[in-house]
């Protein structure tokens, strides 16, 4: 009769393998081909024990991982760091270092300037002088651009605006 950990053991065994032989035959290798290039690489790198597909300490602890936690584990140990100092991203499945940003002193470094508040001003007056005239609406995912620059000497006069894409002109480069 086998322990409760031993039946657990069993049961996480294959995991480990099965998703390294899906990802190997995803390539385009046999199932015997990747079945084989798996067990080795799995007993080269310690996982496995040599001879068998019994998991060793290092593969029960690397199997027990989630995706995000296998993340932070690679790149804590490429940085010489601890993986609780990371952060996960499920779409492109990488760690990060965690930052700690001062919210305070960016928004008083940009946002409060007295020359960004006037910028951001001309432009809410902008988006409401085209609202007036019907030619955007709220959630329509347009933007109200100049197309003379406030900086070189642009107005808010209907001349100077014009109406495009969200996302067109807020991926160009306003530098």
Do not use: C, W
Request: proline share 3%; net charge positive; no cysteine.
């Amino acid at each position: 009769m086998r322990s409760f950990k031993e039946h657990l053991q069993l049961l996480r065994e294959p995991e480990i393998l099965d998703r390294l032989v899906q990802q190997l035959m995803d390539k385009g290798k046999s199932k015997d081909a990747a079945y084989a290039i798996a067990t080795g690489s799995l007993q080269k790198n310690g996982v496995l024990k040599p001879g068998s597909q019994k998991l060793t300490a290092k593969g029960e602890k690397r199997n027990s991982m989630s995706a995000g936690e296998r993340a932070k584990d690679r790149a804590a140990k490429k940085d010489g760091n601890e993986p609780s100092e990371y952060s996960y991203n499920k779409k492109t499945n990488l760690a990060t270092k965690k930052e700690d940003r001062d919210y305070k002193r960016e928004y008083q470094t940009f946002h409060g300037k007295p020359e960004q508040r006037a910028r951001r001003s001309l432009r809410v007056l902008a988006r409401r002088e085209m609202e007036k005239r019907g030619r955007v609406s709220k959630g329509d995912g347009k933007d109200v651009d100049h197309r003379k620059p406030l900086s070189k000497g642009g107005t808010n006069a209907i001349s100077n605006l014009k109406i495009v894409n969200k996302s067109t002109n807020r991926s160009k480069k306003n530098t």
